[in-house]
């Protein structure tokens, strides 16, 4: 029997279930939630570069509960043509002429995060990745974006549907704010942290799985005072 005392705002992480029983695959109708967080040279995907991409796919443990997976991120050279609002690069500190910082052209760019994520797919039985971000449009705008100028097409993403952890940390929380958000269920922040694509993209995907394995919690409450009725 589970009682309130029981349900915390994290949730628990167990062990990953096991090889071939993919109960991802029936959670979100075929669909791998994962995780995405760009960086850009500003705010419209058809003339602002994309810098960085980072991407974590939520993973079930053998209880069904979520929990982020292993992350993929790259940097990513800007395409030629594109602009960058410097007032974008302040905000994000990202240095383009970093020694360290091993940018990729889009297309390899893309690869290296649709390889990682298509297998995560795989192995969880899913049929595609669906885009989860934290004003997911966003995201999904320059991804679409840069898959196009490269004539990608082996995109592992759905082209337009997302989920979003605005609407879900508005409910459960009554934030909208990242940070705010990822405060009140509990989650360390650190502002010197945010605005780099791995630590953004590794919030919102364990702020999705606190949101989730919340709800599963309840959920789980609520069938078993059912059943003791």
């Excluded at 991802?24 to 040279?41: I, W, Y």
């Excluded at 705010?43 to 994309?50: E, G, K, Q, T, V």
């Excluded at 705008?141 to 879900?168: C, E, Q, W, Y």
Aim: hydrophobic share 45%.
């Amino acid at each position: 029997m589970i009682d309130d005392r029981d349900i915390d705002e994290q949730g628990p992480r167990g062990t990953p279930a096991a090889p071939g029983a993919a109960p991802m695959a029936s959670r979100f109708r075929g669909f791998l939630p994962v995780a995405v967080d760009v960086e850009t040279g500003g705010f419209d995907a058809s003339r602002h570069a994309l810098l960085e991409i980072a991407a974590v796919p939520i993973e079930m443990d053998e209880e069904g509960f979520l929990f982020p997976g292993e992350t993929a991120s790259v940097h990513v050279d800007p395409a030629a043509g594109l602009e960058i609002d410097p007032k974008s690069l302040e905000i994000t500190g990202i240095r383009l002429d970093h020694p360290f910082r091993d940018a990729q052209p889009e297309r390899l760019a893309l690869d290296r995060i649709f390889v990682p994520v298509r297998a995560a797919a795989k192995r969880n039985g899913c049929q595609r990745a669906i885009l989860l971000g934290h004003n997911a449009h966003f995201d999904l705008g320059f991804l679409n974006a840069a898959i196009a100028r490269v004539g990608h097409k082996r995109s592992p993403f759905h082209p337009f549907s997302t989920m979003d952890t605005v609407t879900l940390a508005a409910l459960a929380y009554g934030q909208t704010v990242l940070a705010k958000a990822c405060q009140a269920a509990g989650l360390p922040w650190d502002s010197n942290e945010a605005h780099s694509a791995v630590y953004d993209a590794e919030r919102t995907a364990q702020l999705f799985c606190a949101v989730m394995n919340r709800w599963k919690q309840f959920n789980d409450l609520d069938l078993a005072r059912a059943a003791g009725e």
